[in-house]
């Protein structure tokens, strides 16, 4: 009954590889998050979707893509990865405009190493 | 645009001292506030949150906050801290408007020593 997950959980793989992680939450939320933290654990988000629409796109290189194919899901593809993506990408959710009341609800990360 | 700060990327205490973690905030308008506790390779979980009314907000696990508009901080407390506290805690903002996409701090680290 997890809230948001995502997978994997880990994920190693070589420069240049192209890789995607899934997110998906059962709370019936219509605003989807991905977050990126990096090795000093800052956390800066990158994309939001509501109800399949991009409604924030960060200054994220263009190998980055996020597609929803529905306001459950939010993927993340990555192309031609590079050392400097190495990060902890969290996925999270809201209900829209309402992330204050009722609060945000985070993925448990996945931890992307690049080599 | 909104900013967070908190003063000191770690901080160390005795268990049972006082925990006090500090957050600032840059915003044109009064924000939401959040703190966030992350645990050693999990998520963030929700500690509590400030949106209207009492400014002193209580969360889960014995910790409080209290927002101060003219000092723009939101700085989190415990009276008495346990070993299983020691975690990394983030403070956020958020716009009271709009997608509310949460702005966070660089977050602090607690270390608990028995």
């Known amino acids: 009954d997890t809230a948001v997950s995502q997978t994997p959980k880990y994920l190693v793989t070589q420069m240049g590889n192209d890789k995607s992680i899934k997110c998906e939450q059962n709370?019936?939320?219509?605003?989807m998050y991905w977050y990126k933290q990096d090795s000093k654990k800052f956390l800066k988000i990158m994309f939001s979707?509501?109800?399949?629409?991009?409604?924030i796109n960060e200054t994220v290189p263009n190998r980055f893509s996020p597609k929803s194919p529905d306001k459950a899901h939010l993927n993340l593809h990555i192309n031609s990865l590079e050392l400097g993506d190495s990060a902890v990408y969290f996925c999270?959710?809201?209900?829209?405009?309402?992330?204050?009341?009722?609060?945000?609800?985070f993925g448990s990360g996945t931890r992307l190493t690049v080599v | 645009a909104q900013s967070v700060t908190q003063l000191g990327s770690h901080v160390s205490v005795s268990e049972g001292a006082l925990v006090l973690l500090r957050c600032n905030y840059s915003?044109?308008?009064?924000?939401?506030l959040f703190w966030y506790v992350q645990y050693p390779n999990q998520g963030l979980q929700l500690l509590l949150k400030?949106?209207?009314?009492?400014?002193l907000v209580k969360g889960i696990n014995g910790f409080e906050a209290e927002f101060k508009k003219s000092e723009t901080s939101f700085h989190l407390t415990k009276p008495s801290a346990h070993m299983s506290d020691a975690a990394e805690y983030f403070c956020?903002?958020?716009?009271?408007?709009?997608?509310?996409?949460?702005?966070f701090g660089t977050g602090t680290r607690l270390l608990v020593s028995p």
């Open positions: 979707y509501n109800n399949k629409e991009l409604i």
């Open positions: 400030y949106t209207t009314g009492a400014t």
């Open positions: 999270a959710s809201s209900v829209p405009g309402q992330g204050a009341n009722y609060g945000y609800t």
């Open positions: 956020a903002v958020s716009d009271r408007t709009g997608f509310q996409k949460l702005v």
């Open positions: 709370l019936g939320h219509d605003t």
């Open positions: 915003s044109s308008v009064p924000p939401y």
